[in-house]
């Protein structure tokens, strides 16, 4: 929503480099994550997803890795752009309905 | 557009009076979820739905708070006696049984004055 990214985590990057957000996650028995991507104002958009049973998927643009020995994951999108800024969440579950949320990270883009 | 909508998108209420809003799923969605999203965190998980049964609801969702999806397809949100803690932003999402994927709605904010 509005404002979404008060006391966040913030990355800040420059137009066009590579961004790598971070999450660390709680469950070990959890089988699935996503990540999200929330602008100002707006609910919260699926960017990419992974199943436990991977550690690596690729999308257009963002990758997500998944460490299970440590229990992290990780966004990368490549070539960020003006529009890549965001609050991005991680989210897993093991129930197969309700989410777990992250903290979220405020991606801001220096021109 | 086909997407989840939400009704209506801001709403200003004093507190003690009661508030609905609606959600529109994605029609061929069987389950819709509903969140609160207060500033700098998260959405926190509220209820779920599988078609019209309600088959959770968060311990932290008080009695004031109630919601339905009589046929199965729009949900309403209802909140009784606003309290001022209550102003957030409240998502809501749907999704198919079997599916982990979640996709949102733009929101409704609440404020309570």
């Known amino acids: 929503g509005e404002n979404v990214g008060l006391h966040l985590p913030t990355l800040s990057v420059q137009e066009g480099d590579n961004s790598i957000i971070n999450c660390a996650y709680s469950?070990?028995?959890?089988?699935?994550f996503i990540w999200y991507k929330q602008e100002s104002g707006k609910g919260p958009q699926f960017i990419i997803d992974?199943?436990?049973n991977m550690d690596k998927r690729q999308g257009q643009r963002v990758t997500v890795l998944l460490n299970k020995t440590v229990k992290h994951l990780s966004l990368q999108i490549a070539a960020t752009q003006p529009g890549d800024s965001a609050v991005y969440f991680c989210?897993?579950?093991?129930?197969?309905?309700?989410?777990?949320w992250g903290a979220g990270t405020k991606l801001i883009i220096k021109p | 557009d086909t997407g989840v909508s939400q009704d209506p998108r801001h709403k200003i209420t004093k507190r003690g009076q009661n508030v609905t809003f609606r959600c529109d799923p994605i029609?061929?969605?069987?389950?819709l979820y509903w969140y609160r999203q207060t500033l700098g965190q998260g959405p926190e998980f509220l209820t779920y739905?599988?078609?019209?049964?309600?088959?959770?609801k968060s311990r932290l969702l008080s009695d004031r708070f109630s919601a339905e999806r009589p046929k199965g397809s729009f949900s309403t949100l209802e909140i009784q006696r606003t309290e001022q803690g209550d102003s957030a932003m409240y998502l809501c999402?749907?999704?198919?049984?079997?599916?982990?994927?979640?996709?949102f709605g733009p929101g409704t904010r609440l404020t309570v004055t």
């Open positions: 999402a749907s999704g198919r049984a079997g599916q982990a994927e979640q996709y």
């Open positions: 992974i199943r436990s």
């Open positions: 469950n070990s028995a959890s089988d699935y």
């Open positions: 029609s061929e969605h069987n389950r």
């Open positions: 989210a897993e579950t093991y129930s197969n309905y309700q989410l777990i």
């Open positions: 739905f599988q078609n019209e049964a309600q088959l959770e």
